[in-house]
């Protein structure tokens, strides 16, 4: 289980994994998003974070059953929310987190991490995926991918958060700025993602402009 834990709420992901196929078989969303506990959000509703996120897990416990709970990882990474906090309040939240989900009744699962993840690996990681979409049987796509196919060129997109921006398209082979991730392999060519942690490049303050 992966939680996608961005500035304006978290959203839980279940996959089954048998062999080499990977299919989701649920997910369900919680808001606001964890860096609003800091200022005290919603306390009526959702006293502490783990609060919020024993919905999610309430939810996991009605897709998994009572026997593979034990055996079952769930791993949350946040983003620009959590990215714009200073590393003390995050720690506080996290450890908050940790402390009361691993003590809550209804919580038997394993904890693989609860961090929040680097601007240009968020980058990295939609770039991947919005690849893998193109390259996916299950989504329609050209399932020659990169190494089947030497005329595949890379997708760009552009991921506008709630509290930052994704930008990623293909890139020349050529040194550049310090905002760039650049990937070497045999079949495709480099990729470039590009974050900038700025309020004004987010999806609420452009819907507002």
Known sequence: MIVDAGSTGSRLFIYDVSGSKVVRVGSEKTTPGLS??????NPDKYPTPTDQYMKLVRYANEII???LRGKTEITVKATAGMR????????????????????????????????????DLEGYYGLVSS????????????TKGYSGNEGYRPVGSLDMGGSSTQVRRSKERKAGAKQQLVLYSDRSPPRFACTPLDRRFASRPAHRR
């Open 36 to 41: 609003c506990f800091v200022y005290g959000c």
């Open 65 to 67: 059953p009572v026997e």
């Open 84 to 119: 714009l906090l200073s590393e003390e309040d995050q720690d506080a939240i996290y450890a908050s987190l940790l402390s009361g989900l691993t003590s809550h009744p209804d919580f038997h699962y394993k904890i693989g991490s609860i961090s929040t993840l680097r601007g």
């Open 131 to 142: 690849n893998h979409l193109l390259t996916s049987d299950s989504a329609g796509g050209d």
